[in-house]
Every structure is written in C-alpha cells, then in structure tokens.
C-alpha cells in the first residue's frame, strides 16, 4: 500500500524473558517466539534451576514445547544461592547452553525465597564468573524492610552494586530492568563490562498508570514504575543509541485471578507484543531510527554472540490487545489489556 508507514529491521532478541514451565509455558512461548530469535530465560522456577544439570533439561522442556515450524533459541542462566560453587560455574560456562547466573536477593520479587541472603557467601561463585566471563544478571533492589519501595533500586545501588564491582572490579553485570534515573546514571558512568536491561512498561508508564483511578495490578511489576522524572531517564538511555543499554521485556506472566488478588503478584505480562510496545516508546521519543541496535545489537554484542540476519518487519496499523488469553487452565491478561496498539509484527 502506498504511504504505509513500515519498518524493517534484524530480527530482535529478548535478554530478560520469564517463560515459566509445563503447560504455562506451552501457553505464552508462542508469544516470544514470533518476534524474537533468542531470549535469557529467568531461571526463578519453583525449584529453582541451580545447575547445570537442571538447566539443560530446562532448554529441553522449552524446545520440545515449541510449535512446529518455530525457530527460537533459549539461551540459558542458573540461579544463584548462597552455596554456588565454583565448580558448578566450570560447569555452566563449559555446557555452552548457560549464559549468564541470576541475582535475587532473597525475598526481593517472584520466587525469590532461594536468592542470596549475603553476597559474600557467593564470592567463590563470582570470582570464577568473573575470570570465565559469565555475565551476573542482578534484580537491583535492597530488601530490608526499612527501606521504602520506591527508593529500594537507588539504594541497591550504593549499599551492593559499587562494593560489588569495588571487589570484583572485572565482573560482567547486567543491571536488570532499570526503573530510576539513578541506575541509567550509574550505569552509563561504569566501565563497557556494566550494562542494564529495559522493559516495556518502564519506558511506557510511571506509577500513576497503575494508582490513579483504581488500583491496577496487570501494571504491577517489581522493581515497582516509578514517577514521570524516572520513566523520562528510562527512554532517554534506551534511545541514546549507548550500547549498554538493550531490550530484556521481563515479561513475567501471572495467572488472572493471582494479580487480581488482594496479595496480587508481580510481574507484567508484555511478551504478546513486546516489540510493538517498543516500537510505541520509541516512536513518541522520535528514536524509530535507534530500535534495532536497542532491540537486535546491543544485547548479543554483550553477550558475544552472532548479531541475528533475519528480518522482521512492524507495520503502522491500530489493533486491539485481547483483554485476556489462555495460560494452561487460567487466563492471562496483557499489558494494555482491550487497549489500541499502533503497530503490528507482520507475521
Ligand atoms: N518482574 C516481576 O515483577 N516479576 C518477575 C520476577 C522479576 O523479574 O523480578 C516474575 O518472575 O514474576
Ligand atoms: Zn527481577
Ligand atoms: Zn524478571
């Protein structure tokens, strides 16, 4: 069609990806698999995937799950505990199928509970990372209870992430899902060894979107969006074409009626149109032209791995989200749930 407004660029990967397991997983690995080439796949299953051994067998689950004629490729991480040990790193860096080794503190967000209590119990972990080149992913957030919410990603910051890289001055660390004007400044400002993820629901909404006119959890996610002045940070760095920052969608997807709960959980869940949410932000800040290196360089530069050669291509065209879809036997509900899109994937 004439004067229809397209973009084709590399097909993009996911460096931030819950994809949970079994028939959850059947559901919503469709959804990433039609945009993107590759993703880390969060290891905060219950159990948690600690080793090697339980990572392998994870990528096959998610391989055997994958619809005929999908190509898509899991990239795997463990979760670190308080007794990691060097050895099992030997491990997952020889398997070839893990890439990188989750940080949650313990108790910080979604399945959490096996996280790390004390970062010194993981040095011996951290220091064959640090000299096999095994990127430490890291949920930035403090947990004691004494520190506000909305103040526990800035804190993180100075209280574990600078003594952190003050110890191991060489390890690889991606700050994931950044939500603060802090992190953004933190993380341009290290060395090329630091770099951070962003979401969709942080470069698109601050918090009014989930507390003003009712309380909306599908906007629920941890670290928790923050005011205007952050999410203005936020798209500033996505779109600065800084090869720190790329594309991880953290899509977490919860089940309906557990994030419409009196304890609601967190997680939003954006990978049924990932990239058209970021093709939405990156428009509004007139940074189309900045897309493809945020969505399909800079993340596999990090990584070392191949840049994709594949082609996908967004065309300008409103549709609208489906207020829910199949997650097993429950429902799951999309961010911008019923809403208008302005772009669509052409499949
Ligand atoms: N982001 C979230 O709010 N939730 C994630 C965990 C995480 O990435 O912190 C989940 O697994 O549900
Ligand atoms: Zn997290
Ligand atoms: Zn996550």
Redesign the pocket.
Known sequence: MPGMKTLTFTRPDDW?L?L?DEALMRSVLPDTARQFARAIV?P?LRPPVTTTVQAVAYRERILKALPKGMKFEPLMTLYLTDITSAEEIKKAKASGVVHAVKL?PAG?????DAGVTDLRKTYAALEEMQRCGMPLLV?G?VTSTDIDIFDREAVFIERVMQPLLKDLPGLRVVF??ITTKDAAQFVASTPDTIAATL?PQHLLYNRNAMLVGGIRPHF?????LKRETHREALVKAATSGNKKFFLGT?S???AQHTKENACG????YTAHSAIELYAEAFEAAGALDKLEAFASFYGADYYGLPRNTEKVTLRKEEWQMPASVGFGEHRLVPLRAGEKMGWKLSS
């Open positions: 931030h819950h949970r969060m905060n949650y910080a967000t979604t399945n959490s949920h957030e994931e899902h979401t629920y996610c941890l670290p928790i953290d977490a997807p919860h959980c967190a997680g939003c």
